[in-house]
């Protein structure tokens, strides 16, 4: 949400409605309280900042289409190249087309979408796969390959069935290429380049999860997953794994965010760079619009 022209601290805003863009991406700093804003207009005398995954009219798309991102996945440290996950939603109809990808590069200092694959913006429908990405991706740095995580298709309804997660996977080089990815179909099955069709606890790797992120852990040697409940209640969970596939061990609570104004909490993010031993771990979320920010210590 932008805020009036001229308004530099958003708790001084004025009322009333001054634009928006669905997406957008800042530069985090060795404050998690401090972020940099990138990729802005020419607004003055304050900028706003610009669309970060652009509408594509000729799919059909309007500002009536929202993109659910994640995480941006290193492709090429080189070539300063990345692949971006989300999911395309009409919010005219709440209808879930489909989960795509993004190339982004750094071009002036900024990471900008380059690039977006798929006939309509993305690859798997939401009608008959998995959503992969929406829930969480994340390039492991201990391989090759980068991880996401999706919920069902929309065909797949009721508890608790449509609560499941399931879980792709492909080598970083290879992120734009749809042929490369494999589908993990379970302990018994494993990894296949057959894409998922088959949703149930037996395919799954999470259960009830709300959008979060992974992440190793050097002081647990383990993965991480921070995520919030998927109730939107403000919940914030961790859970570790030892293999990304897992098992992933049962949730344990760390902190409860009350919802500002009854609305949702969501969007959990770690930022373990800012303590490498791995000791203390700072998360984020979303809590109605508002940024908040905490520190868990590890006993």
Same mark, same amino acid.
């Given at each position: 949400m932008w805020? !009036?022209?001229?308004?530099?601290? +958003?708790?001084? =805003?004025?009322?009333?409605?001054?634009?928006?863009?669905?997406?957008? &991406?800042? /530069? /985090?700093?060795? =404050?998690?309280?401090?972020?940099? =804003?990138?990729?802005? %207009?020419?607004?003055?005398? *304050?900028?706003?900042?610009?669309?970060?995954?652009?509408f594509n009219e000729a799919w059909g798309e309007t500002n009536q289409y929202g993109f659910g991102g994640t995480s941006f996945c290193e492709t090429d440290a080189e070539a300063a190249t990345a692949a971006l996950y989300y999911l395309v939603n009409v919010n005219e109809t709440g209808g879930l087309l489909g989960a795509g990808v993004a190339k982004v590069e750094v071009i002036n200092n900024t990471p900008t979408v380059t690039q977006r694959f798929g006939n309509k913006g993305f690859w798997w429908n939401s009608n008959t796969t998995a959503k992969y990405g929406d829930q969480c991706a994340y390039r492991d740095e201990r391989s090759e390959y980068i991880y996401i995580w999706g919920g069902p298709p929309n065909s797949i309804t009721g508890w608790p069935h449509s609560s499941y997660a399931y879980l792709a996977r492909v080598k970083a080089e290879d992120a734009f290429d749809l042929a490369k990815y @494999?589908? +993990?179909w379970g302990r018994q099955q494993g990894w296949k380049s057959e894409v998922l069709t088959k949703f149930d606890a037996g395919?799954?790797?999470?259960?009830?999860?709300?959008?979060?992120? &992974?992440?190793?852990?050097?002081?647990?040697?383990?993965? *991480?997953? &921070?995520?919030?409940?998927? +109730?939107?209640?403000?919940?914030?969970?961790?859970?570790?794994?030892? !293999?990304? @596939?897992?098992?992933?061990?049962?949730? *344990?609570?760390?902190?409860?965010? @009350?919802?500002? =104004?009854?609305?949702?909490?969501?969007?959990?993010?770690?930022?373990?760079? /800012?303590?490498?031993?791995?000791?203390?771990?700072? /998360?984020?979320?979303?809590? %109605? %619009?508002?940024?908040?920010?905490?520190? &868990?210590?590890? !006993?």
């Amino acid at each position: 949400m932008w805020c !009036a022209p001229g308004v530099t601290n +958003f708790l001084e =805003d004025t009322p009333g409605f001054h634009g928006m863009v669905r997406d957008s &991406v800042s /530069l /985090l700093t060795n =404050d998690p309280l401090t972020v940099v =804003d990138l990729n802005l %207009n020419d607004d003055y005398p *304050v900028p706003h900042q610009k669309q970060l995954i652009p509408f594509n009219e000729a799919w059909g798309e309007t500002n009536q289409y929202g993109f659910g991102g994640t995480s941006f996945c290193e492709t090429d440290a080189e070539a300063a190249t990345a692949a971006l996950y989300y999911l395309v939603n009409v919010n005219e109809t709440g209808g879930l087309l489909g989960a795509g990808v993004a190339k982004v590069e750094v071009i002036n200092n900024t990471p900008t979408v380059t690039q977006r694959f798929g006939n309509k913006g993305f690859w798997w429908n939401s009608n008959t796969t998995a959503k992969y990405g929406d829930q969480c991706a994340y390039r492991d740095e201990r391989s090759e390959y980068i991880y996401i995580w999706g919920g069902p298709p929309n065909s797949i309804t009721g508890w608790p069935h449509s609560s499941y997660a399931y879980l792709a996977r492909v080598k970083a080089e290879d992120a734009f290429d749809l042929a490369k990815y @494999e589908y +993990f179909w379970g302990r018994q099955q494993g990894w296949k380049s057959e894409v998922l069709t088959k949703f149930d606890a037996g395919t799954a790797v999470w259960w009830a999860v709300g959008q979060g992120q &992974v992440a190793w852990n050097e002081y647990y040697q383990c993965y *991480v997953l &921070v995520h919030l409940s998927a +109730f939107g209640d403000g919940a914030v969970y961790l859970r570790t794994a030892q !293999a990304l @596939e897992g098992p992933w061990t049962p949730d *344990v609570q760390v902190y409860k965010s @009350e919802p500002i =104004d009854g609305g949702l909490v969501y969007a959990g993010v770690q930022h373990p760079y /800012l303590d490498p031993t791995g000791q203390t771990l700072v /998360l984020s979320f979303t809590n %109605n %619009n508002h940024i908040e920010v905490i520190k &868990v210590a590890f !006993a």
